[in-house]
């Protein structure tokens, strides 16, 4: 079965083809600028050199209909024609309280969907168009939604309620719903076979370090508390994000500086993080070489960072009564072992011991970097969203062919 993987912007679009067979991936790619007369298709098939191109892409539907000729090109294609395809599945940011799994698309899903704009006004409307320019195109394929918050349904009560009033809650869905929930399943599941264990009998912390970042708290196998919130701007200092703050912070800062809604949601979202303290960059890469030139303003993002991810760690431990299991992925997570080593040196007293040698090891791949005495099992795990996505449209539709 070949299926289809959509990632789909406001103003871009990101695809995988996945042969499932084997959970090949035999092209990838994205357009970028839709919506402009110089959009840029980029398409690489696998082991073979990336092609772009520059083209007018004005909206999604056009986009899909490039992405499908050129998975079908004489050429550089990888597919005979475009009825290979057996199914499209794609990354929905926001499932609210509506969807704890993922679903087959159908017209009560997409009002759903709909229903939940509200919520994620910046990557709900965007997916919809994804759906929508695939349905236009390959009208008799079936779709799959996968949901970045689906994961975490299964925290309870107690986790995922503010403590303000609760007709907010009633009136108008505000609590936690978490989010990189593709993310922490396929680590946590991963972890557990790599380490030979049942997840269920696991206490797991799962950190996806990347651009954005969030910690789970993953007990018996299912997420009990997440560090993003209702929106993805709470919890962990992020590149740009700032992650937790004092929440009269806003009135105050937009009284004083005169702010608008829409600014200090931009100052928190887009100029905080490790950018604002550091005043270089929000990429990890860039702070860890001025820290090792000396500049006093990254060491002090990178300190920030590390303590805040640390408490994280630390209280995810007491909510759980213990902690088997410590995962890294993303972005960070995977590469720095600077960071890895400033956490873990600092959570000696859940009994937990770093291999340094292991982890400053450049190595790809699931590893172990804590010692064989070690009670805390540290893990390294790439993580892969898309292959989640892919996994989940697979087994939908396979077991609807069964039916
Ligand atoms: P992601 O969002 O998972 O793609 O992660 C992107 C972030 O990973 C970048 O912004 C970098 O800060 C970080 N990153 C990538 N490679 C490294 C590395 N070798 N060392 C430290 N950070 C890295």
Not at 373 to 394: C, F, H, K, M, Q
Request: proline letters at 3%; hydrophobic letters at 40%; aromatic letters at 6%.
């Amino acid at each position: 079965m070949n299926i289809l993987v959509i990632n789909a912007g406001s103003s871009s679009l990101k695809f995988l083809m996945y042969n499932m067979v084997n959970e090949e991936v035999l092209a990838s790619g994205r357009v970028e600028r839709i919506g402009m007369d110089s959009a840029i298709l980029s398409y690489e098939p696998a082991g073979r050199t990336e092609i772009r191109e520059v083209a007018e892409i004005l909206e999604h539907t056009t986009a899909i209909r490039k992405v499908l000729d050129i998975l079908v090109h004489k050429e550089h294609g990888v597919l005979a024609s475009s009825s290979d395809i057996d199914a499209v599945g794609h990354r929905v940011v926001h499932g609210g309280e509506s969807f704890s799994s993922s679903v087959i698309v159908n017209e009560e899903v997409k009002r759903e969907i709909k229903r939940l704009f509200d919520l994620a006004p910046l990557h709900n409307p965007a997916h919809m168009l994804g759906i929508n320019a695939v349905e236009l195109n390959m009208p008799d394929v079936p779709q799959v939604v996968v949901f970045d918050t689906a994961f975490h349904q299964t925290m309870p009560a107690k986790s995922y309620l503010y403590p303000i009033p609760l007709v907010l809650y009633r009136k108008h869905q505000v609590r936690r719903y978490g989010f990189h929930g593709t993310s922490h399943d396929y680590v946590s599941e991963r972890a557990a076979r790599f380490l030979g264990k049942p997840l269920v009998e696991l206490k797991m912390v799962t950190c996806h370090i990347g651009n954005g970042a969030s910690c789970a708290a993953i007990l018996n196998g299912q997420s009990v508390d997440t560090s993003m919130g209702m929106t993805p701007l709470e919890g962990l200092m992020m590149g740009t994000r700032s992650g937790d703050i004092d929440p009269a912070i806003v009135p105050y800062v937009m009284g004083k500086e005169e702010l608008t809604m829409n600014e200090v949601n931009s100052m928190l979202n887009k100029h905080s993080g490790l950018m604002a303290i550091s005043g270089l960059s929000s990429d990890m890469r860039e702070i860890q070489q001025s820290m090792a030139a000396g500049d006093g303003s990254a060491v002090l993002a990178f300190d920030m960072y590390e303590y805040r991810l640390r408490k994280y760690i630390g209280s995810y431990a007491a909510a759980m009564n213990g902690l088997d299991v410590l995962v890294f992925t993303a972005g960070v997570g995977e590469n720095s072992s600077i960071l890895r080593e400033s956490v873990c040196r600092n959570l000696t007293f859940l009994g937990l011991e770093l291999d340094e040698e292991a982890n400053s090891q450049r190595a790809h791949g699931d590893r172990v970097i804590s010692t064989v005495g070690s009670r805390v099992t540290v893990l390294v795990i790439p993580t892969n969203e898309e292959l989640v996505i892919a996994r989940d449209t697979y087994r939908l539709i396979l077991a609807r062919q069964k039916a």
